[in-house]
């Protein structure tokens, strides 16, 4: 389970969320705790740096966001972020710094780490992007079983019960998704991988690769 552990996925250092990964070993374990940990973090924000617009949401100064976004709390936005035209932020986010969510792109129970791009019509769900990930036009995570059972996550030929019934996907650092991708619930991505344009994703897949199909993953050279 090594490749699953937050060390071999994310570099905490890059998020401002870092304190909710202190005493986890993997990250999915942090998905129940978003909401609490947000109002914890907000009441030790600099108001020199961040604005209070109430109900929870705070907005660095120097991010930039759309009057066209919907933003609801608790939602921490930080410095030099951008929120695009139409974005709908449900609540329950952290928004790192420099990262970027577009026009018609849907978030909700999620940690964008920094300079995260999810810039065209993207759903992130229940779902941790490590730092630098990039979710192209379209790509989304699907976040709920259709049996509604609890998720697994499919790691060769052993399933890993993660006990959530609400659990879309983890990016490692540096991913990159294609466009028109599903992320199907309990996907696990490790670091510098490509996945391919239109994929159906499921389960782990390998650090340095590059995804062209589940039966078709090359390691990077």
């Not at 936005?77 to 932020?89: G, K, L, M, S, T």
């Not at 940690?111 to 992130?124: A, E, K, W």
Request: glycine letters at 10%; one cysteine or more.
């Amino acid at each position: 389970m090594k490749r699953l552990e937050i060390t071999t996925l994310l570099d905490t250092r890059h998020t401002i969320a870092r304190d909710i990964f202190k005493g986890k070993k993997y990250p999915f374990e942090v998905l129940g705790e978003i909401k609490d940990f947000i109002v914890w973090l907000s009441s030790a924000l600099d108001p020199e740096k961040f604005d209070d617009f109430g109900g929870g949401v705070l907005i660095a100064k120097s991010a930039k966001v759309t009057p066209s976004a919907s933003i609801s709390g608790p939602c921490i936005i930080d410095e030099d972020a951008e929120i695009r035209h139409c974005a709908f932020i449900r609540g329950n986010a952290i928004i790192g710094k420099g990262a970027v969510v577009g026009n018609s792109t849907e978030l909700k129970n999620a940690i964008l780490f920094d300079s995260v791009q999810v810039p065209h019509y993207n759903y992130v769900g229940d779902s941790i992007l490590g730092y630098k990930a990039h979710l192209g036009a379209g790509a989304i995570t699907s976040n709920v079983k259709s049996d509604k059972t609890n998720v697994s996550i499919l790691l060769g030929n052993e399933r890993y019960n993660t006990n959530l019934r609400k659990f879309g996907a983890i990016l490692g650092d540096y991913v990159e998704v294609g466009c028109g991708t599903v992320l199907n619930p309990g996907c696990v991505v490790g670091k510098n991988t490509n996945i391919y344009p239109l994929s159906s994703v499921r389960g782990y897949v390998e650090e340095n690769s590059i995804y062209k199909s589940r039966d078709n993953v090359v390691r990077k050279n």
